[in-house]
């Protein structure tokens, strides 16, 4: 028998327009334009909003079924705890009445307050976090539905704007932005409700099984995002052409199609570029959940809308790049052109919308810059770099190699430093010249290339090593190597001025230590623009301190060429040895004030990491600390042997003079007892004129060619070695019984202070055991006078 609803349904006739609702009036309309969209569209519309409606009937259903089979485990577990708190309260009710058994009640008590209640706590805490699983569940399931709804309309307005070919539909664009937006909210309040969830690690199975629809959605909803974009932008006349540059020639400026777009494009190209900003905002948020990188502050400047701009136009840039493979210089001017020329536009029309999207720590002139450094930094490794790597393992080929590596390693510099000065109008005008270079060379510079290779790394430090070391060899071989071209102090008179000492005249440091210096800061400098910290540690360690060491050499061969002997101190070889001095200590000053600068301080605390695998042993926070400690022990060894050559000259040439002070008594025994007058002025004695004067002679030539604090330390170091020759010499154990020769011995010792008058107002200072031995034969010869009396 035939079902009455069924014969009436087919018999149904169409509702009149002004029944229908706007939402479904705008739905036809958008697919039924014409009659033949009648005949072609609805059969297959109709079987696909059939087969889905059906899809999610069985979804409403399974989710009932599941909701109700929740809700009666819950009901039923909810009247399992009302009987047990029932029980407890007839327990409480009847408690005085069986405290009376014998303790019985006591006991029972105390298992219910003991072990009944805590159990009935836990499963009503069991209840309400499966309550609130629930409850969470339904609440992601939504927006998932939510954020696939709003996906699929959108992919759907996508595909129906493709049967009506060049036809501009204002309502259909203005849908799929909206729906576009409304997935982007779903997104969002999904990634609320998703951190919330992170804080339950037990509900992990929950958070993955979202993730994983929100990914599939997503693998839908970018392409067609990103594909809408490019379009609009194919729309706009994005990219210029290029074919019309001459590099060589005089270039011209640019068109910018950003700059030239008025009305209706421009407000559809903002909306398309807040919408790719917003989803990458969400994109973000989900990756450093994901990778549980949100304890970090990276500034990440790369942005997806500012990467389209540049992705159509790379392929044309290759293409000219490609020409000008053996001419580098060629494609840095091509790379700068772009960049310079449309800098300006991406300022003006996309940071306001950068702004607008609320996009803390990002530029819009940085992720220009970036994304065309990028694009530079990938056909530099991939055409020259990675060719230039091979023919280097070629003997045959490693001279070419490091000529066309050096040059373009010049041109990286110069390329970077450019750059640099277009972004530095982004920075603060109260920021000094370091945060600007620190600000700016995250992804804006092309050494990032020698960051991920760090083969490459190897070879170029080695190239610039051994660069360096032949420019020090051919300033070796210049005459004016080791002299001092400046002020060589020959001025006697000794004030504090002189230890203020900073400059390498100031120092008398001859000309091979400032050139070694400014070579090794120009490796330093080379890789300042380096983003990442290690391996620009690793390449100054391979280049400017290497070639330090090899400079270290180089002083300590020097001296050891020179041979002072204490029978003959050559005026030549104690210039030299001091050259050698001045140097170590002139560098030592420069180690140290580089050692203070902030980017050193953050390589040496990035060595000292306990992550790194390189980590320094040493825990002093000096980056130059052990090359540092090498120069003090040159210097100070070889102004030791400076000094010990002098006091052992001095102890030779006057060795006659003590013996003969020793043998006093014996030069007076023709001599008559006669008492020699306080009055009497003598003459040093003509054995000790010749070691004074070589000691005069040799501290003259010192303080003339060597450096003031050194200087210092030298005559004091001697003096104090003088004083105790003269003490242990025994020279006073026959004169304490002569006046005469108390006497003679004043007079040479008075001499012997004389000779250091120059550098001090009390030279005796220095000589205490001297002055103490003076001062014990004069009481001597006071107490022998007072008994003559």
Not at 328 to 353: C, H, M, N, S, W
Not at 562 to 574: F, G, V
Not at 773 to 787: A, G, H, V
Request: hydrophobic share 40%.
């Amino acid at each position: 028998m035939e079902d009455p609803s069924s014969s009436s349904s087919s018999t149904r006739c169409l509702p009149k327009p002004s029944d229908l609702s706007k939402h479904q009036l705008s739905f036809l309309n958008q697919h039924f334009q014409t009659h033949q969209d009648l005949l072609h569209k609805a059969p297959p519309l109709h079987t696909s909003l059939r087969t889905r409606s059906s899809h999610l009937d069985s979804l409403l259903l399974h989710l009932k079924a599941s909701l109700t089979q929740r809700t009666v485990s819950w009901i039923r577990r909810s009247f399992s705890a009302k009987t047990a708190l029932h029980n407890i309260d007839i327990s409480l009710q009847n408690l005085n009445l069986v405290t009376s058994q014998c303790g019985s009640g006591w006991k029972k008590l105390q298992r219910v307050l003991g072990t009944e209640l805590p159990q009935l706590a836990k499963e009503v805490k069991r209840i309400e976090t499966i309550h609130s699983y629930l409850e969470t569940t339904l609440q992601l399931e939504a927006l998932v539905g939510d954020l696939e709804d709003a996906v699929f309309c959108f992919v759907n307005c996508h595909s129906g704007k493709m049967f009506s070919a060049m036809l501009s539909n204002s309502s259909n664009s203005g849908t799929k932005q909206e729906k576009l937006l409304q997935a982007i909210k779903a997104l969002n309040d999904l990634e609320v409700l998703v951190g919330l969830v992170k804080l339950r690690p037990q509900w992990h199975h929950l958070l993955k099984s979202v993730d994983a629809r929100v990914d599939k959605t997503l693998a839908v909803l970018r392409p067609q995002v990103f594909a809408d974009h490019r379009a609009f932008l194919a729309s706009l006349g994005w990219p210029p052409k290029l074919s019309t540059l001459k590099i060589e020639s005089e270039l011209s400026g640019l068109s910018n199609p950003l700059i030239s777009m008025q009305g209706e494009k421009r407000r559809s190209y903002s909306d398309s570029f807040l919408a790719l900003c917003a989803l990458q905002h969400i994109q973000t948020r989900r990756e450093n959940r994901q990778l549980n990188l949100s304890g970090q502050k990276e500034c990440i400047i790369q942005l997806w809308a500012i990467d389209e701009l540049v992705s159509p136009i790379a392929s044309r840039m290759e293409y000219h790049f490609s020409k000008w493979v053996d001419q580098p210089e060629f494609i840095f001017e091509l790379a700068y052109k772009i960049t310079r020329d449309f800098i300006v536009g991406v300022d003006d029309v996309l940071q306001p919308l950068i702004d607008r999207a609320r996009l803390i720590s990002y530029s819009a002139k940085e992720a220009w810059v970036s994304s065309m450094v990028q694009l530079l930094s990938e056909f530099l490794a991939k055409r020259i770099f990675s060719s230039l790597a091979e023919k280097y393992q070629e003997k045959q080929m490693k001279s070419e190699v490091i000529l066309s590596w050096l040059h373009l390693i010049d041109l990286i510099v110069l390329f970077d430093k450019r750059i640099q000065s277009l972004l530095s109008s982004e920075t603060s005008l109260f920021s000094t010249e370091l945060e600007r270079v620190e600000s700016l060379s995250g992804n804006t510079s092309v050494l990032m290339i020698f960051g991920n290779r760090p083969d490459w790394l190897k070879i170029w430090a080695k190239i610039e090593l051994k660069n360096a070391c032949d420019k020090l060899k051919t300033d070796l071989n210049d005459e004016r190597a080791w002299t001092v071209d400046g002020k060589e102090g020959a001025e006697l008179p000794f004030d504090t001025q002189h230890f203020l000492i900073s400059t390498r005249e100031d120092h008398k440091a001859p000309l091979i230590a400032e050139s070694a210096l400014r070579t090794t800061w120009e490796m330093v400098e080379r890789c300042q623009t380096m983003p990442v910290i290690l391996p620009r540690l690793q390449f100054i360690r391979l280049t400017a301190v290497r070639f330090l060491w090899y400079f270290f050499k180089v002083l300590l061969v020097h001296c050891k060429r020179t041979e002072i002997t204490p029978d003959n101190p050559d005026d030549e070889a104690l210039v030299r040895v001091c050259g050698s001095i001045n140097a170590a200590k002139y560098i030592e000053l420069k180690l140290r004030q580089w050692s203070d600068d902030v980017n050193f301080l953050e390589m040496k605390l990035a060595e000292n990491d306990p992550s790194n695998q390189r980590k320094d042993e040493n825990t002093d926070y000096n980056f130059f600390g052990e090359e540092i400690q090498s120069l003090s022990e040159l210097a100070t060894n070889w102004l030791m042997e400076i000094i010990s050559v002098l006091l052992r000259q001095f102890e030779n040439l006057s060795w006659e003079y003590v013996q003969k002070m020793k043998l006093y008594e014996q030069q007076l025994e023709d001599l008559a007892p006669v008492e020699i007058s306080a009055a009497v002025d003598l003459n040093i004695s003509v054995d000790f004129v010749e070691p004074l004067d070589a000691l005069r002679c040799h501290l003259i030539l010192l303080r003339m060619t060597l450096n003031a604090t050194d200087f210092l330390d030298l005559w004091r170091s001697l003096a104090e070695g003088l004083d105790h020759f003269i003490s242990c010499s025994g020279i006073t154990c026959r004169i304490q019984f002569f006046d005469g020769g108390i006497n003679q011995f004043e007079t040479d010792m008075q001499a012997l202070f004389s000779v250091f008058q120059p550098f001090c107002v009390r030279p005796e200072a220095f000589f205490p055991s001297t002055r103490e031995i003076m001062m014990l034969l004069k009481m001597k010869k006071r107490k022998r006078r007072s008994i003559c009396r």
